[in-house]
């Protein structure tokens, strides 16, 4: 069975631009969260979508933004870029339930110049 | 609100000796509490989890997790360490009774083992 593939791997970007992380989650998994991992913040929680529905939402300016589409794959999108948005951005899918383990992928670093 | 604590950045032990690294949580609920380890350049992998029953748990690599509801703690421990398993390793926690769908993460904290 594939894991959670990410695209891209990397991505440089200039201050004020928007960018467009795409993620596809395992087969039939159906809840996808993106987390943003910083060396000085930790992971922190960015949003949930399950079935095309966004479930649960981080504290995270509204610069950020997801979906989740038919399929289960979804995109996360940042827009007005800012030098602290440079981080690796995680994707992770589930099955859904509460008690069931995430599954990430290997994460997009998103460098902002 | 939920939280996680771990409170130690860095833990360092010798190959072969026993490891424990710590975590503390709290949530309004029942808790489902998990263990990833992140390796460089890499995602989180799944190591345990907890959601109800026994108290200790077994999972991936030899590693298991003992829950503690009174002392709300879920320590990760391994009876002989590898110097392989030097990683980042984060404690997660969700609350149940609000249907567990976010999940908060620890700090994290950086496990040497030393040859």
């Known amino acids: 069975k594939a894991g959670v593939t990410q695209t891209p791997r990397y991505l440089i970007k200039t201050r004020g631009q928007q960018v467009t992380l795409s993620c596809s989650p395992i087969s039939g998994h159906r809840s996808v969260s993106w987390y943003q991992q910083t060396p000085g913040q930790g992971l922190q929680f960015l949003f949930e979508y399950f079935s095309e529905t966004q479930r649960n939402k981080g504290n995270f300016p509204g610069r950020f933004s997801g979906r989740q589409f038919s399929n289960s794959r979804s995109e996360m999108n940042v827009s007005t870029l800012e030098l602290g948005d440079s981080a690796l951005y995680l994707c992770?899918?589930?099955?859904?339930?509460?008690?069931?383990?995430?599954?990430f992928g290997d994460g997009t670093r998103l460098s902002i110049l | 609100a939920q939280s996680v604590a771990q409170p130690e950045d860095q833990v360092n032990v010798a190959e072969g000796n026993p490891l424990t690294v710590k975590c503390t949580y709290s949530?309004?609920?029942?808790?489902?509490l998990f263990w990833y380890v992140q390796y460089p350049n890499r995602g989180l992998q799944f190591l345990l989890k907890?959601?109800?029953?026994?108290?200790l748990v077994k999972g991936s690599y030899g590693f298991e997790a003992e829950f503690n509801k009174s002392q709300t703690s879920f320590h990760l421990k391994k009876p002989s360490a590898l110097v392989s398993d030097s990683a980042l390793y984060f404690c997660?926690?969700?609350?149940?009774?609000?249907?567990?769908?976010?999940?908060?993460f620890g700090a994290g904290t950086r496990l040497f083992v030393k040859a």
């Open positions: 992770a899918s589930s099955t859904g339930g509460g008690d069931q383990p995430q599954h």
């Open positions: 997660a926690v969700r609350d149940a009774n609000t249907g567990g769908f976010k999940t908060i």
């Open positions: 949530v309004s609920g029942n808790p489902y």
């Open positions: 907890y959601i109800t029953g026994d108290n």
